[in-house]
């Protein structure tokens, strides 16, 4: 995919995230672009029938999941990306995934890198990024490229709450949950 096919399926996926998300997702991807990397939204919102296919083909544990949160219309509002990079889709490096983890983390966001990890791995993916040791040898969650939000379970999201605005030059690790 060239860049400019990249840019532009960026900006219609963050069309299909709810607001506040999609303006922490931005600030995500711009965060990775001032490293140098290029950042692809592959899925944001997921029909009901592609979800379901997904938890078949064994890529999501959900039937329902951030992928299928709507708007108040049924319009899409998802509250999850999956992010590859635009350099090397099908095989993404330690080095973009543990930097696809800082800037998520950065935004406010939360990545799927530790999932089904042990705690002495997830451990070993904190250190790295607090050292910026992009290079670490880590052995990754399940699913290392999933980008949610933080402030709603998809349980709570089902029922229609959504996350919150932040105020200008708010930090959003320091935001008040509800």
Do not use: C
């Amino acid at each position: 995919m060239t860049e400019q096919e990249r840019l532009r399926r960026n900006a219609a996926r963050l069309l299909e995230l709810y607001p506040s998300f999609s303006k922490r997702v931005k600030r995500m991807l711009e965060d990775l672009e001032s490293r140098g990397l290029h950042p692809r939204l592959q899925d944001a919102w997921r029909t009901p029938e592609d979800q379901l296919r997904a938890y078949r083909d064994g890529y999501s544990k959900l039937k329902f999941g951030f992928h299928n949160v709507t708007g108040p219309d049924g319009e899409p509002a998802a509250l999850a990306v999956d992010v590859l990079d635009n350099s090397t889709p099908s095989s993404p490096s330690t080095a973009f995934l543990l930097q696809l983890s800082d800037a998520a983390e950065k935004a406010g966001l939360h990545s799927g890198i530790r999932w089904g990890l042990p705690s002495r791995l997830a451990a070993a993916i904190d250190r790295a990024i607090a050292a910026n040791d992009w290079q670490a040898r880590i052995k990754p969650g399940w699913d290392p490229s999933h980008i949610e939000t933080t402030e709603v379970t998809v349980a709570q999201a089902r029922s229609g709450r959504r996350p919150t605005e932040l105020p200008n030059g708010s930090d959003p690790n320091q935001i008040e949950r509800a």
